[in-house]
């Protein structure tokens, strides 16, 4: 008997297909756009930019490129200095700003000023104020001690730090904004504790608040690193990449090659940034999973 059963099963016909509902199908109506969207501003650019870049002549030629080993220098500097630098003045203003006085809120607001500013003005504006003829940093030194104030934006690590500090001046609320709302999210009642054993502000910080912030503080450290590999604006506003082209990122590297009508290397440039920007990507998906 079970033999005959299960043959039958085995053989009976497969059941009829239910039929697109009319919700359904205006569903997938009211997709499509969305998906279109995606596909001619996502897909094809990504697609045909990677298609661009499949020659591995342009790699031979890129790596040659002396000002591409240093690109890669300077990106690094910004991931290891510029990154971990913005986050841990961030942790330390983010303490700051929770303190509950009328001035600091006051003073909050001007703090996120830099961030909410667009980039080009501001940036521009810093630019103009480092140089060395009539910029206003300049004319101060020549009031004060009568010398003429260096070229800063001349000399490569000079520049360099300034484009870092730009970066982090700039982008620097946004964090602290995020780091206060952490700071904000732990309960009152374990502080309260804390003050009742008799903790100092130190050990507040180490047993309450770092326990309770330092998941959110290295997933906000491994995405800015994501972001700051795009960030073009600090560099290429303030410096060009330049002095001779001796400050350039991953970010702006290829605006040089472009320049130069070498599209392929321009585009092979961005596709080397893959390699850092992965690993980052997969480690924070992992941990949001977590």
Same mark, same amino acid.
């Given at each position: 008997?079970?033999?005959?059963?299960?043959?039958?099963?085995?053989?009976?016909?497969?059941?009829?297909?239910?039929?697109?509902?009319?919700?359904?199908?205006?569903?997938?109506?009211?997709?499509?756009?969305?998906?279109?969207v995606f596909l001619v501003f996502v897909v094809y650019p990504v697609g045909y930019g990677l298609w661009l870049a499949?020659?591995?002549?342009? #790699?031979?030629?890129?790596?040659?490129?002396?000002?591409?080993?240093?690109?890669?220098?300077?990106?690094?500097a910004f991931l290891l200095i510029g990154i971990n630098a913005k986050m841990l003045i961030a942790l330390v203003l983010?303490?700051?700003?929770?303190?509950?006085?009328?001035?600091?809120?006051?003073?909050?607001?001007?703090?996120?000023?830099?961030?909410?500013?667009?980039?080009?003005?501001?940036?521009?504006?810093?630019?103009?104020?480092?140089?060395?003829?009539?910029?206003?940093?300049?004319?101060?030194?020549?009031?004060?001690?009568?010398?003429?104030?260096?070229?800063?934006?001349?000399?490569?690590?000079?520049?360099?730090?300034?484009?870092?500090?730009?970066?982090?001046?700039?982008?620097?609320?946004?964090?602290?904004?995020?780091?206060?709302?952490?700071?904000?999210?732990?309960?009152?009642?374990?502080?309260?504790?804390?003050?009742?054993?008799?903790?100092?502000?130190?050990?507040?910080?180490? #047993?309450?608040?770092?326990?309770?912030?330092?998941?959110?503080y290295l997933t906000c450290t491994v995405l800015s690193m994501i972001w700051t590999l795009g960030d073009f604006n600090?560099?290429?506003?303030?410096?060009?990449?330049?002095?001779?082209?001796?400050?350039?990122?991953?970010?702006?590297?290829?605006?040089? #090659?472009?320049?130069?009508?070498?599209?392929?290397?321009?585009?092979?440039?961005?596709?080397?940034?893959?390699?850092?920007?992965?690993?980052?990507?997969?480690?924070?998906?992992?941990?949001?999973?977590?």
């Amino acid at each position: 008997m079970s033999l005959t059963a299960t043959s039958a099963e085995v053989e009976a016909p497969p059941a009829a297909r239910r039929p697109m509902s009319a919700a359904e199908a205006w569903g997938l109506m009211m997709l499509a756009p969305y998906v279109l969207v995606f596909l001619v501003f996502v897909v094809y650019p990504v697609g045909y930019g990677l298609w661009l870049a499949r020659h591995p002549a342009s #790699y031979v030629h890129l790596f040659e490129d002396p000002i591409f080993t240093r690109a890669i220098w300077n990106t690094l500097a910004f991931l290891l200095i510029g990154i971990n630098a913005k986050m841990l003045i961030a942790l330390v203003l983010s303490g700051f700003f929770v303190t509950e006085r009328v001035w600091i809120r006051w003073l909050s607001l001007l703090f996120i000023l830099p961030w909410a500013v667009p980039s080009i003005p501001t940036i521009l504006s810093i630019r103009f104020m480092l140089n060395p003829e009539w910029g206003i940093v300049n004319s101060l030194i020549f009031r004060l001690t009568g010398d003429d104030g260096p070229n800063w934006l001349n000399d490569p690590t000079l520049a360099l730090a300034f484009s870092m500090v730009v970066h982090v001046w700039k982008s620097l609320p946004f964090w602290t904004l995020i780091l206060i709302a952490g700071r904000l999210a732990i309960p009152a009642d374990l502080y309260e504790a804390s003050s009742v054993d008799g903790a100092s502000s130190w050990q507040k910080f180490r #047993y309450v608040t770092w326990p309770s912030m330092q998941n959110l503080y290295l997933t906000c450290t491994v995405l800015s690193m994501i972001w700051t590999l795009g960030d073009f604006n600090s560099v290429y506003l303030l410096t060009g990449g330049g002095p001779a082209d001796l400050t350039h990122v991953l970010a702006t590297l290829g605006i040089r #090659y472009l320049r130069l009508d070498q599209v392929d290397m321009s585009l092979a440039a961005v596709v080397c940034a893959l390699p850092l920007v992965l690993p980052l990507v997969f480690f924070m998906m992992r941990r949001l999973a977590k």
